[in-house]
């Protein structure tokens, strides 16, 4: 029963990442290199925040929301902007539209994340006898991580990749992509200072990302529209 | 909150799978983390190679809380071999148990008791004891009994929640429960815990699920009880150790007689249905601090030669208790022939610690002895002083019967006077009151001890001193000679939360190490004798140990899950080929072999 149900929770949690690129454009173009590449970025800059963490925060022992605490945590979280920008603009990919070049690069980083961040646990704690809910949350988790990781992704490419942008737009864009990078803060506040569970945190998260993946969408195709009347 | 979020994801398709899915998901709700209790296991035994106890140690299988969990369902209910039973000892039907281990038939129930006193009476019987084992009308995967909080050990004060000292009702249950065990061949293993949050939240929850009809097993969810055993081992040469201490009196010069001498005796080891608990508060450990406390004043009165007395103080702690004073018989002829020649007499302690005013002295000589009759007499007179009541009991020994109830049985056997102070009437049965589940801390009253130390004491002291029948107190309160109500105390506190069973004591367990530092502070020689228990009594170990209490789901929970999983899969691919690739292109997917066979033609 145990294995089995680590076996169901890897699906919830590696699935959807799996799906995404056998569904989509990206694996009849092959992208899988630029995937990669940007999972490498993201454990780069996974260890230089780690690093930044270890030397300015301080180990509180109460698990009540310090603004100041979360306030440096936040500032820290634009380190993954700047590996985002980093994996969009300068590394070299083979020839791939725009178009899928954040999707592949949002894919890469959301997949490095959950690799990072849930495999551990769900591998010591998914096999044991005691049943809890937490590993299917932590999956839904995932799926919702994925969704805002290929919306960053698409901001991104609009803010850094995109040169001709409607003037109106511009501050929906970087309001959007600000939103969708201080996430992990938001949750936090959510989880301490308000004291949610789990479950309502999960399920925030998951429509959070639903809706910022839809304006990230209507926002890309708006932005392609002018270029496509050139 | 569990339940929007499976409405959330599963497809609608499957209405019938959704409503399964629920009723699993509200079973198995939220749950806290592992909970684990300290068990302790019934005593596994071998009586002259007869098997007797739970023979069992290791557990893992799921919990239920009755045996006909629906009358209608009994038949899911014969299945009970890999069921564990809790069941709280305090709503026990004991018809139930007896039921539960023993066949119905009273006859053969008798036709076995009568085997057993068959054997104690005619030691060459023992080939004719092949007794065949009683079948258990129900096997069992395991039993778990729960006791009050009370009789924890480890809970000291011995009071419950509501600050009260427990019921008589229990204490009898209790009683009967334990004898019913200790005679019982179990092949399942049994053990005792106690009640506590996380115990009760588990048992109130298997009882509801159990009320659904619905046997928890690998298809069902439910909890499991696991405990992590080894096999239980023989103990190889289980040992006794007897501790003594003597006291040496004043010799007068040019006096080339030996001293007489006098005996206090104690014996010190308990045994019960949980050899982790029992720690016979009572039985003996009444006997032992007092013997402690008189062995200090003595000291006391015998470090200054002007107060010595004209008698030897001999000081035994003794071991095998239970087994028929086995350690007391391989102490004393462990004795120099010349030193037993020169006891007087010997007074041997046995539960002198409940609140009650009557005390009785058994004897084995006749009363109208008169050595016997000076005793008590000796005794009578400072009982009167004290407000005790002390009567004179009289049981003439079989020499042909191994059994010995008493311990002065052991040494009138070998033609020592001796006597023994008990708050008991009557002999005890065969391995009963020595020291079981019930005789905890709130068993005993300190009080009582004291007074019954201070009669003993004082008989004593009037007899060597030659003062009997004189208006004396030798150790009068308020003196530095009183007995000290909080030595009694720390030791009483001390006994009542160390088990000792003897076969689990080594012989430097730090128990022994305890009592024989006691003695030398008080006494001038110690000893400690190490003897091999009777071979006739075999014990196992794996006393006690830790249960694990999972809440796990079942297989068809994860089986569903499987199916909600991949049915979300394929939508979410589905949805992605279509937005991404178009609508023809999800079709295209199923038609690709179809159209290379058209275009080959």
Same mark, same amino acid.
């Given at each position: 029963m145990t294995i089995f149900h680590f076996f169901n929770c890897a699906i919830l949690t590696f699935g959807p990442h799996a799906v995404y690129y056998s569904a989509t454009p990206l694996s009849e173009y092959d992208t899988i290199g630029t995937s990669i590449k940007s999972a490498v970025v993201y454990l780069v800059t996974a260890l230089v925040k780690l690093v930044c963490l270890a030397t300015f925060l301080k180990v509180s022992e109460s698990d009540s929301f310090d603004p100041y605490q979360e306030l440096l945590k936040a500032l820290i979280g634009f380190i993954d902007v700047a590996g985002l920008y980093f994996a969009l603009t300068q590394l070299t990919h083979r020839n791939i539209s725009q178009n899928h070049k954040f999707q592949a690069v949002g894919l890469g980083w959301a997949f490095a994340d959950s690799i990072l961040h849930r495999l551990a646990p769900l591998w010591v704690g998914a096999r044991g006898l005691e049943f809890t809910w937490d590993y299917i949350l932590q999956g839904l988790e995932a799926n919702a991580n994925l969704v805002l990781s290929i919306s960053l992704a698409a901001l991104g490419s609009l803010i850094w990749?995109?040169?001709?942008?409607p003037k109106t737009l511009i501050p929906i864009i970087y309001a959007c992509a600000g939103i969708v990078a201080t996430m992990p803060s938001i949750t936090s506040y959510l989880k301490l200072a308000l004291g949610w569970h789990f479950p309502k945190v999960v399920g925030f998260e998951l429509f959070t990302s639903l809706v910022m993946a839809f304006i990230s969408w209507q926002l890309f195709a708006a932005c392609q529209r002018p270029s496509n009347r050139e | 909150m569990a339940k929007s979020q499976s409405s959330a994801l599963v497809e609608p398709v499957y209405s019938s799978a959704i409503a399964l899915l629920i009723i699993v998901v509200a079973c198995a709700e939220l749950c806290d983390a592992v909970a684990v209790v300290d068990v302790y296991r019934l005593v596994q035994y071998d009586l002259a190679g007869v098997p007797f106890g739970s023979r069992l140690a290791a557990l893992n299988h799921h919990a239920a809380s009755? =045996?006909?969990? %629906?009358s209608a369902a009994a038949g899911a209910a014969a299945d009970l071999s890999r069921t564990v039973l809790i069941l709280p000892v305090r709503d026990l039907n004991l018809t139930f148990i007896r039921e539960l281990l023993f066949s119905v038939d009273l006859c053969a129930c008798m036709f076995w008791m009568i085997k057993l006193i068959e054997y104690l009476n005619n030691p060459e019987k023992l080939e004719v004891l092949g007794v065949k084992y009683i079948e258990e009308k129900k096997p069992l995967g395991g039993l778990l009994l729960l006791l009050p909080q009370v009789f924890n050990p480890q809970n000291i004060g011995g009071k419950d929640e509501a600050g009260h000292a427990p019921a008589v009702g229990i204490k009898e249950v209790l009683l009967d429960l334990e004898r019913l065990l200790i005679h019982a061949n179990i092949p399942y293993p049994v053990y005792f815990g106690f009640e506590d949050d996380h115990v009760n939240a588990v048992l109130a929850d298997v009882k509801k699920n159990d009320a659904t009809g619905q046997l928890a097993t690998a298809t069902t969810g439910g909890y499991k009880l696991v405990v992590a055993a080894p096999e239980p081992k023989k103990i190889v040469s289980p040992t006794v150790s007897n501790i003594q201490g003597w006291l040496p009196g004043l010799r007068a010069d040019g006096d080339s007689n030996q001293l007489p001498t006098i005996a206090v005796v104690a014996s010190y080891d308990t045994f019960g249905a949980a050899p982790g608990l029992s720690v016979g508060s009572d039985s003996n450990g009444s006997g032992v601090v007092a013997l402690l406390e008189i062995a200090r004043l003595f000291s006391i009165l015998y470090s200054n030669p002007k107060t010595r007395g004209r008698y030897n103080l001999l000081f035994a702690l003794t071991s095998g208790g239970p087994y028929n004073y086995n350690g007391t018989h391989k102490w004393l002829h462990g004795l120099d022939q010349r030193l037993r020649e020169t006891i007087d007499y010997s007074i041997c302690l046995n539960s002198? $610690? %409940?609140?009650? /005013?009557e005390l009785y002295l058994h004897v084995s000589k006749p009363p109208e002895n008169a050595y016997i009759k000076q005793i008590f007499e000796g005794f009578s007179s400072v009982s009167e002083e004290l407000g005790i009541k002390v009567g004179l009991k009289h049981k003439k020994i079989n020499i042909s019967n191994p059994r010995v109830a008493w311990e002065h049985e052991q040494f009138s056997r070998l033609r020592v006077t001796a006597a023994t102070l008990s708050e008991l009437s009557v002999a005890p049965d065969? =391995?009963? %009151? #020595?020291? $079981? =589940?019930? @005789? %905890?801390? /709130?068993? #005993? @009253?300190e009080d009582s001890i004291t007074r019954s130390a201070k009669l003993v004491a004082e008989s004593l002291a009037r007899h060597i001193y030659g003062q009997e029948g004189k208006n004396i107190d030798v150790f009068a309160d308020d003196s530095s000679l009183s007995v000290n109500p909080s030595y009694i105390r720390s030791w009483l506190q001390f006994l009542s939360i160390t088990p000792r069973v003897a076969p689990f004591l080594s012989k430097n367990d730090p128990l022994i190490m305890a009592l024989k530092k006691e003695l030398e502070d008080h006494t001038a020689d110690v000893r400690v004798q190490h003897e091999v228990l009777d071979g006739m009594f075999t014990f196992y170990d794996s006393t006690s140990g830790r249960l694990h209490i999972y809440q796990v789901a079942s297989v068809t929970f994860d089986l569903l899950l499987l199916l909600v999983l991949g049915s979300y899969l394929i939508t979410l691919f589905s949805f992605l080929v279509i937005t991404t690739r178009g609508l023809d292109d999800l079709i295209s997917l199923f038609r690709r072999p179809t159209s290379r066979k058209v275009k080959a033609v």
């Open positions: 990749l995109r040169k001709n942008k | 009755s =045996l006909f969990s %629906s002198i $610690g %409940s609140i009650r /005013n065969f =391995l009963e %009151s #020595v020291g $079981g =589940l019930s @005789d %905890s801390r /709130n068993s #005993v @009253d």
